[in-house]
């Protein structure tokens, strides 16, 4: 993402987060505030971390849009402070605040993202297991995560549901060498495939 680019990615985060969160359209612009300040403190820990945007074009045309995000923190020092719980270990690869634009959902732009996400990790870090956290109730991501090749680690206690949180899951890869990470899978089938986190 560059900063050009940011605006963008702050209103598709802040209208995935509402919609995920059951907000209030009027919540929207609160959230955008948020999500453009921890964007920014994010970019000051690259190239410890990135964030990832797909774009998406009609039938070869010259305009494109803003399709989906994802971000990656390669080692601790891109850590977030305060990671999801259950907690990934510190020094991991992780991938987080994936989101796709509703209208293009269901397309395989999230399993691109995912994909090159893994692709750029395997580049930039030496570790070769990455974490992510997937709702419960999200059961499109975690099909198309599980057909990705991620299993559960751990999963919320029930006790989180008092925090007025949902639970989730935390999930790992064992990423393959840069050397055989070129090959990238075709996405699954679209009906399965939900990408809002």
């Known amino acids: ?17 509402a919609e995920s969160m059951m907000m209030a359209s009027g919540y929207v612009k609160l959230l955008e505030f948020l999500v453009k300040n921890y964007l920014i403190e994010r970019r000051e820990m690259m190239p410890h971390n990135a964030t990832l945007l797909g774009v998406y074009r009609e039938n070869g045309e010259e305009d494109f849009e803003l399709a989906g995000t994802v971000e990656l923190t390669f080692d601790g020092k891109g850590a977030n402070a305060n990671p999801p719980t259950p907690t990934p270990p510190n020094n991991s ?45 999200d059961e499109g991501p975690f099909n198309m995560y599980t057909k990705a090749g991620y299993s559960v680690v751990q999963t919320d206690s029930i006790l989180t549901l008092l925090t007025l949180q949902r639970r989730r899951r935390l999930m790992r890869k064992e990423l393959p060498t840069s050397e055989d990470a070129s090959v990238v899978d ?10 809002r986190l």
């Open 1 to 17: 993402m560059r900063e050009e680019e940011m605006d963008l990615t702050v209103t598709l985060l802040s209208e995935s987060f």
């Open 93 to 137: 690869p992780y991938i987080c605040n994936m989101a796709v634009r509703k209208p293009l959902r269901r397309r395989g732009i999230g399993w691109h993202l995912l994909r090159a996400g893994e692709e750029l990790i395997t580049k930039m870090s030496s570790s070769r297991e990455v974490y992510l956290h997937c709702r419960i109730i």
């Open 186 to 195: 075709a996405p699954p089938d679209d009906r399965l495939i939900d990408e």
